[in-house]
């Protein structure tokens, strides 16, 4: 071994000792971040050896190692069925008709509240806003059932006094998403104000005090103020956000199903489960689904923090 070989592997050598000391020294630190160490290896990572799925046949007798490989068959069989598209795009759009709804109001909700200038009223519109969050989703749609009932509403009975018959609302396409997004804009807007509240509160005084002194109106400070400075929260929770366009959530929607509504309102996660669980179970097929559905997710997510770092210089990474 050469002179040139061994000052690098010296080097080695003194920073693992190092690292050894370390460990040794701070090892009640170091056992804390083992635990969910070990829990996100376990039940993050090993779950993704069964992704291979996608790309078998599977059969329970033979297992996950043994089962028939065919390649892309089963995503072949997704894209060449005739509902494949309809479902993608209801996903999509579902997806982007929350984002839009939701987004801007938790950060005028967040701002709103940080210009209150009374202590109690600030405090019961939190908690109003904010309790929402904590009704189940089966709750959630069995409210909206009621309200809307045709016949013992109280929605349909408030429009009955003005001679106007909603019908079975929750039965027409038309208005299914609206439904979903708007229900879901009153459950979480509160809860994703917190967020926004929190960074607003690491905002200098004293660049309002200054804006104060400059004659800013408390519009002109919202503007060049407060939603400059939270602006890398809000460009993180939006790359987020579009991190999960495919993600629609299965719970709300597929207990808001029904066979009138089923063309407008089937998405990628309960297509999976119908395909996957119920009916005439494929495993592999709903695993290539499911697959195909988490791969665009990653692109999305990546796409927008290039995106984000490329327009505002503020990224995830």
């Not at 009374?118 to 409210?143: D, E, N």
Request: with cysteine.
């Amino acid at each position: 071994m050469t002179v040139d070989q061994q000052v690098p592997t010296a080097i080695y050598v003194r920073r693992g000792r190092s690292a050894r000391r370390k460990i040794v020294r701070h090892w009640q630190l170091y056992f804390i971040v083992l635990l969910p160490t070990v829990q996100l290896l376990i039940f993050k990572y090993m779950p993704m050896l069964g992704a291979q799925i996608a790309f078998k046949k599977y059969s329970p007798r033979k297992g996950i190692w043994g089962s028939q490989f065919i390649g892309w068959q089963n995503f072949a069989r997704f894209f060449d069925s005739p509902s494949s598209m309809q479902i993608i795009i209801n996903t999509i759009i579902i997806s982007l008709y929350s984002i839009a709804a939701t987004f801007p109001f938790a950060i005028m909700l967040a701002v709103a509240l940080s210009e209150a200038r009374g202590k109690k009223f600030k405090k019961t519109v939190q908690m109003v806003t904010y309790a929402p969050y904590f009704i189940s989703t089966v709750v959630l749609v069995s409210m909206i059932n009621q309200f809307l009932n045709p016949t013992i509403g109280i929605i349909s009975l408030i429009f009955k006094r003005f001679s106007v018959e909603l019908g079975n609302v929750v039965g027409m396409p038309s208005v299914f998403r609206h439904l979903y997004v708007w229900s879901g804009v009153w459950q979480n807007n509160g809860y994703n104000a917190i967020i926004y509240l929190a960074a607003l509160t690491s905002i200098n005084p004293e660049l309002q005090e200054a804006a104060v002194v400059d004659g800013c109106s408390r519009v002109k400070r919202i503007w060049h103020v407060d939603l400059p400075c939270i602006r890398p929260t809000i460009v993180t929770l939006l790359i987020l956000n579009v991190g999960q366009v495919m993600s629609v959530g299965f719970e709300k929607i597929f207990l808001m199903q029904n066979p009138a509504i089923l063309s407008i309102s089937e998405v990628i996660s309960t297509y999976v489960y119908r395909v996957g669980l119920t009916g005439s179970t494929d495993p592999g097929y709903a695993s290539a689904i499911g697959l195909f559905n988490s791969v665009v997710n990653v692109i999305l997510i990546l796409v927008a923090n290039f995106a984000a770092r490329r327009i505002d210089g503020t990224g995830l990474w």
